[in-house]
């Protein structure tokens, strides 16, 4: 009588799968628009920084139904453009510690040191949007922000601070070989 597998026994078989899977998804040749540096480079800023500037777009639009659209639109796109970005830095972004070698591990963690630099620019410069938003407000001027769109400002910035590790990942990349390309 086959007794069923125990939980650590199905973990592991999970674990298993999931690791495989990820490998193949690394492993699987980059199409040859997407191999080249400046391709990749541009993959990198475009986007983020798309998707900041129609978030904060739709964040001084008033609150209404319109702007809510944008702002799912703007979400759509980040998902997206993070999916592309993280195929063009191959995964190396999210993929586990016992999946890559010692340089991969290397390269992920100092681009991860260059994206938290880069949150907390990000964080800075909607601080300085809070600031010159309140200066406005109490001068007797009109929001820079009306409402509550403030929640849609941190939604952006949540959305673009999911991006800029994978984003770094892509600029840093260098040229593939052609083993790499399909």
Not at 4 to 21: H, I, K, S, W, Y
Not at 34 to 40: G, I, K, M, P
Request: aromatic share 2%; proline share 5%.
């Amino acid at each position: 009588m086959n007794k069923p597998p125990t939980t650590a026994e199905r973990v592991l078989e999970l674990r298993t799968e999931m690791d495989a899977r990820i490998q193949a998804q690394r492993h699987a040749p980059l199409p040859r628009w997407l191999a080249h540096r400046s391709t990749r480079r541009a993959i990198a800023a475009g986007p983020p920084l798309t998707v900041l500037a129609c978030g904060l777009l739709t964040a001084t639009r008033p609150d209404d139904a319109v702007g809510t659209a944008l702002l799912g639109a703007t979400a759509a796109l980040a998902l997206a453009s993070l999916l592309l970005l993280r195929r063009a830095s191959r995964l190396l972004d999210t993929a586990p510690d016992r999946l890559l070698d010692e340089r991969e591990i290397g390269e992920r963690n100092a681009a991860h040191r260059r994206a938290h630099a880069l949150t907390i620019g990000l964080f800075a410069l909607l601080m300085i949007v809070a600031v010159a938003d309140a200066l406005m407000t109490r001068s007797g001027g009109a929001a820079l922000i009306p409402g509550d769109n403030w929640i849609q400002v941190m939604v952006t910035a949540m959305l673009v601070a999911g991006m800029i590790p994978a984003a770094v990942m892509a600029w840093r990349w260098t040229d593939l070989t052609d083993e790499d390309l399909g």
